[in-house]
């Protein structure tokens, strides 16, 4: 395990090793932080460097992990971030920038100087069968590679939801239809299915048959009445078959599927893979098919505040409850009734109702704020890579 040192001003101004008075790390049965990448962030939030370097993150909200792979959406950077095996050390650089003609470049559409090659607001990330999939999501597209990349730099082979590699208007400059995205933030294959959470729109996209070519209209459209509509909630109240916010798509481990609904903060499920739209045979976080409300001020057993992000191993889901500074570990989620929710675990904070950013204390290795993107492997080890995206870092907590 590599062992994080946190640094923390005394009164005289001075820095000292983190004291186990300022947020003792806490046990959370068998999984702890073994890696931070990004921020270290002595004592408090750091703000994020003026210029980036190959080590720094700001604002991550994608991440995806596997054994010798680990891929960051830096999303204030506007860049994707690879390294090519693991990095065991802390602060660790990458191997290889997207996005950015270099390491120390910034800005939208690779430093204002176009959009070809550039990203904007990148989020959502996807690898499936050595190809690499990136929701660029301010520029309402897919960015595809065939291989994943290992020089700097190296532009994508398609693009998805644009006519063209520099358009970047939503939905291609005109209506909503199957093969247009506005604010495309997850990306997920599922049981060979790809589904792509078109957040703007309001909806989730399928393709049945894996990930799309470019211009393939989408085989199903979850969350509205036809390809063409967008408005939230399908233009009325919170229903079963409507989102708000749509953020990420994970397995349920049984032919089926959960959809973070963010914005009416709750987990919508299907018992199977949906043929066409339909209602949802589930949800996590509500009491009900028609709740929809935040609760920021009461303890937070059994809620969520903007759930954005959202991984699944085997049938056990991790969820990002990001407004509550947390993850939650649901066990085999699909033997719940409607309306229920029974975490085991709560990594971040010390219990089940707590949701303080840092705890309300230092920052530390197993702290969190606004956590947004998931990614849990088993495999040699087994990972949950976190996008902290708050603390600017990303974190690999391993189940020993």
């Known amino acids: 395990m590599v062992r994080v040192t946190i640094l923390s001003p005394d009164a005289s101004g001075s820095a000292n090793p983190y004291a186990a008075s300022q947020n003792p790390p806490l046990s959370y049965e068998d999984w702890a932080p073994v890696t931070v990448l990004g921020a270290a962030s002595e004592g408090g939030l750091m703000l994020p460097s003026a210029t980036p370097t190959a080590g720094h993150l700001y604002g991550p909200r994608g991440v995806w992990i596997d054994d010798d792979l680990l891929i960051a959406a ?4 506007h860049r994707v971030l690879i390294w090519h095996g693991l990095p065991t050390e802390d602060g660790a650089p990458a191997d290889v920038v997207l996005g950015q003609p270099d390491a120390i470049t910034e800005g939208p559409a690779a430093g204002g100087s176009g ?32 291989e994943v990349p290992t020089d700097t730099g190296t532009p994508p082979d398609a693009v998805i939801g644009q006519p063209d590699p520099e358009a970047v208007d939503p939905n291609a400059g005109g209506e909503a239809g199957a093969d247009t995205f506005y604010w495309p933030f997850g990306i997920a294959l599922v049981d060979g299915r790809c589904y792509v959470t078109d957040t703007g729109n309001r909806r989730v996209l399928c393709w049945t048959d894996g990930i799309p070519e470019p ?37 349920d481990g049984t032919g089926g599927l959960w959809v973070a609904d963010a914005g009416n903060h709750r987990i919508l499920g299907w018992d199977a893979h949906p043929t066409q739209d339909r209602p949802a045979d ?44 947390r993850v939650l570990l649901q066990p085999t989620p699909d033997r719940l009734p409607v309306g229920a929710l029974d975490p085991t675990l709560s990594l971040g904070q ?29 495999g040699a080890r087994e990972l949950l890579a976190v996008a902290d995206s708050g603390n600017n870092r990303v974190v690999l907590w391993e189940r020993r």
């Open 74 to 77: 830096d999303t204030g950077n």
């Open 115 to 146: 959009a070809a090659n550039g990203m904007y607001l990148p989020t959502g990330i996807l690898v499936s069968d050595g190809r690499l999939v990136i929701a660029d999501a301010w520029h309402h597209r897919l960015l595809v590679w065939d």
């Open 215 to 251: 211009g393939q209209p989408a085989d199903i459209v979850l969350g509205q009445p036809d390809s063409r509509s967008r408005e939230e909630n399908r233009g009325g109240p919170v229903a079963a078959d409507s989102f708000r916010w749509p953020h990420a798509v994970a397995s």
């Open 282 to 325: 589930r949800v996590l976080g509500q009491p009900d098919f028609t709740s929809g409300e935040e609760f920021p001020y009461v303890p937070q057993e059994r809620r969520f505040r903007f759930p954005y992000g959202l991984a699944s191993a085997d049938g056990d889901l991790a969820i990002a409850d990001t407004a509550n500074n």
């Open 350 to 378: 010390p219990d089940l109702t707590a949701n303080g950013e840092n705890r309300w204390d230092a920052v530390g290795p197993d702290t969190m704020c606004w956590p947004y993107g998931l990614h849990w492997h088993r």
